[in-house]
């Protein structure tokens, strides 16, 4: 089963930092957009941050701008999410995914989870305030 495998979450204190990164093991990411996605209990899956293949475009949820960087290795097969000044709202698991329809991000992608596969197990995001 083709699967992402995230890593890099944690406990934190507010105002905090923490690095996620996301790969899947033997697969090249190449060709597709790749999209960071949250779920708090209790609450709908959000839309974090995509970046396209190629051109490294970038979009975030209005909520994170400023604070979260989205980045990728395509030599490594690997997407990274940069959390700055993180808040206790930023609780959540967080998934990546990879969108099969597209390679590059627009202002909607992280409106429509349904073009994203390969979603993985997430990884925790704690933060304590």
């Known amino acids: 089963q083709v699967q992402f495998v995230e890593s890099g979450g944690g406990l934190v204190q507010s105002g905090g930092s923490l690095r996620l990164s996301c790969a899947i093991p033997g697969f090249s990411l190449d060709y597709y957009a790749i999209g960071w996605f949250r779920q708090a209990p209790g609450k709908e899956r959000d839309g974090v941050s995509c970046?396209?293949?190629?051109?490294?475009?970038?979009d975030y949820l209005d909520s994170v701008k400023g604070r979260f960087t989205i980045s990728r290795d395509n030599a490594k097969n690997t997407v990274y999410l940069q959390m700055s000044s993180l808040k206790p709202e930023d609780t959540a698991v967080y998934y990546c995914?990879?969108?099969?329809?597209?390679?590059?991000?627009?202002?909607?992608?992280?409106?429509?989870?349904?073009?994203?596969?390969?979603w993985g197990q997430g990884t925790q995001v704690t933060v304590s305030s």
């Open positions: 970046i396209s293949y190629r051109d490294v475009k970038t």
């Open positions: 995914a990879a969108n099969l329809m597209r390679s590059r991000c627009d202002s909607g992608s992280l409106s429509r989870a349904h073009e994203y596969s390969y």
